[in-house]
């Protein structure tokens, strides 16, 4: 049996709202947990952290690895969602787990402050650990190792007990094999528990019309035995209502029929971990949207949502197959070899730890010793496309950022010059929209707004630093007709003498779903005539939903592009049956 801290009369009893899919999830309980959940159904505060406070008791001293697609993607969004999932529990940061450095020993005063499970010490990790820097230790000797496939060296070398990842869509099928490898140690210390060996994968729906998203977490469905979940469902139940009733008991303080319902509650907890343990019960797979929490997301979020008709609503909120052919695309010619996944510099994984942001040090393709150029659109999302060109004529777009409504540019502004702090020549090349030229007329200039951000500190009298030269003045407008044509020829690599275009595949993420998202549109214009435009549709989308679904970011990486000088290398047909189209 695992170990449990001695059951005390309760007093006051606490209440929590958990949507019924992580409850179901958290009755079952099982070895391997696969579930495509769509947005906002609480994948990892309510499903994930649920099964991570079992194992903080069923595997004291475990070793565990929760894996992301980046490492970035772990510091900004998913331990975040953790702390609050774990905050929701009750447990607390330096209390009950330590991020990123060795567990505390704690003196005999604060000892009087702490739960009585553990005031002695910290339990020790069963697994000897050299470095702190990417890991969260809990009390029981619990311990996660923070890894990402941007950084799969930090992951090499190891044995665990079990593995998480969220968001597995991103992960491709020949990594996430090699990493299951590593979960293989300590069978004689943790074999017994449900949790050894397993494995916790959540995401939404893959599309897999999209280039880097893979849907190899659907075939784990054949693994799964209806008979036997339900089996544990029904024990679960039973087992629950055992529990009630001995918290009824305690709290009419009955200590006689408390001993009954606990000798009662330990059979049925027996049970119900030993149809857990059988062969047939190891696999939960489950298919949801996001309805199952529409108590907290509310009825009108997803009415807006589906009238709307704008966005991936199909599949990344109601769990559909996507239905987007490659021919509906805008940008029909991208392909897998225009991304690359090798964009981290191992020499830096130590030094940037869960506590340390990460900078341009780690960009193993960043020459910090030559210019950076920058692609920049304006609007509610202002996307910044930033990249460099190389010898042998590939060039690299090295990372995207964004600000979102109601930020501004000088947040963004900010966020650059400390991710780009050890840049050595602090030179930049704008390229941007010919609308940030035409407030200037209402002495409201953008471009200039973003140059005089980046060139001065807050105070706006002191310089940082940084020099910005202004690339696109006096350009004219790049319309839907010659950009169409400019990126199947981009992208086709059939003009040689434009660059081979290569995207991070992490540090891009965004720029890579708003290129592959980017649909056509067939309208009639004013001579009768049938034409093909961009979609522009998604970039009225609520502030939240920008990000992911709109085109806002392709237009960056357009103006990024479309300079001049390529710009001339490319024969526009005017019988290309493609005009400009605004957002309607």
């Not at 774990?86 to 003196?107: A, N, W, Y």
């Not at 303080?253 to 857990?276: A, G, P, Y």
């Not at 930020?407 to 609308?435: C, G, M, T």
């Amino acid at each position: 049996m695992a170990w449990r801290p001695k059951i005390k009369p309760a007093k006051d009893i606490a209440y929590a709202f958990a949507n019924w899919v992580a409850q179901f999830a958290a009755l079952i309980l099982p070895r391997y947990l696969y579930m495509v959940l769509g947005r906002g159904s609480a994948k990892t505060t309510e499903v994930v952290v649920e099964r991570l406070t079992e194992m903080i008791y069923d595997l004291p001293g475990a070793p565990i690895v929760w894996v992301s697609d980046s490492y970035s993607n772990l510091q900004k969004n998913v331990l975040p969602s953790v702390l609050e999932g774990l905050e929701r529990k009750g447990l607390r940061e330096g209390v009950h787990f330590v991020i990123g450095k060795q567990p505390p020993e704690f003196s005999e005063a604060e000892k009087e402050d702490l739960p009585q499970n553990i005031k002695e010490h910290f339990w020790k990790p069963y697994n000897r650990l050299v470095s702190y820097k990417h890991t969260m230790i809990f009390f029981t000797g619990l311990n996660i190792t923070f890894g990402s496939l941007d950084r799969p060296a930090s992951l090499a070398g190891r044995s665990y007990v079990h593995v998480i990842g969220d968001e597995v869509k991103y992960f491709p099928e020949h990594k996430i094999a090699n990493l299951l490898k590593a979960v293989r140690g300590y069978a004689v210390k943790y074999g017994e528990s449900v949790f050894y060996r397993g494995h916790t994968f959540t995401t939404d729906m893959p599309n897999t019309k999209n280039i880097g998203e893979h849907d190899w977490i659907l075939k784990q469905v054949n693994k799964m035995k209806k008979s036997a979940v339900l089996r544990i469902l029904k024990t679960a139940l039973v087992y629950n209502e055992c529990i009630q009733e001995r918290i009824y008991y305690q709290q009419k303080n009955d200590r006689e029929e408390v001993l009954k319902k606990q000798r009662t509650e330990e059979r049925w907890k027996e049970r119900w971990i030993q149809t857990r343990l059988h062969k047939d019960g190891q696999t939960l797979f489950f298919v949801a949207s996001s309805l199952v929490n529409i108590d907290i997301l509310t009825p009108e979020w997803f009415t807006d949502a589906i009238e709307s008709d704008l966005g991936d609503v199909e599949t990344s909120v109601l769990s559909l197959k996507s239905t987007l052919e490659s021919g509906e695309r805008f940008y029909a010619n991208i392909a897998s070899r225009h991304f690359y996944d090798d964009g981290k510099d191992s020499k830096w994984y130590d030094y940037f730890g869960l506590d340390k942001k990460e900078d341009c040090r780690i960009l193993r393709y960043h020459n910090r010793k030559k210019i950076i150029e920058v692609g920049l659109d304006f609007g509610n999302m202002i996307s910044m496309c930033i990249g460099q060109p190389k010898s042998d004529n590939k060039y690299r777009i090295l990372k995207f950022m964004h600000i979102l409504s109601p930020d501004w540019i000088p947040k963004l502004a900010n966020e650059f010059k400390e991710y780009f702090a050890p840049q050595e020549e602090k030179v930049i090349h704008v390229y941007y929209d010919r609308a940030a030229n035409s407030y200037k007329d209402a002495k409201v200039d953008l471009a200039l707004a973003f140059k005089n951000a980046i060139e001065f500190n807050d105070d706006q009298k002191t310089r940082s630093g940084w020099r910005v030269i202004l690339m696109s003045r006096n350009q004219g407008n790049i319309g839907q007709a010659e950009e169409y044509v400019f990126m199947q020829e981009l992208f086709s690599g059939s003009n040689k003498k434009l660059p081979d275009v290569c995207i991070d595949i992490f540090e891009a993420k965004y720029l890579k779903a708003s290129l592959e998202g980017a649909r056509t549109k067939i309208v009639i214009n004013k001579a009768g005539s049938t034409v093909v435009t961009k979609d522009k549709s998604s970039e009225k989308l609520p502030i939240a939903r920008l990000l992911q679904e709109s085109t806002n970011a392709s237009d960056s990486f357009k103006y990024l592009m479309m300079r001049r000088e390529w710009r001339n290398l490319v024969k526009i047909k005017s019988s290309s049956g493609i005009q400009d189209s605004s957002v309607i």
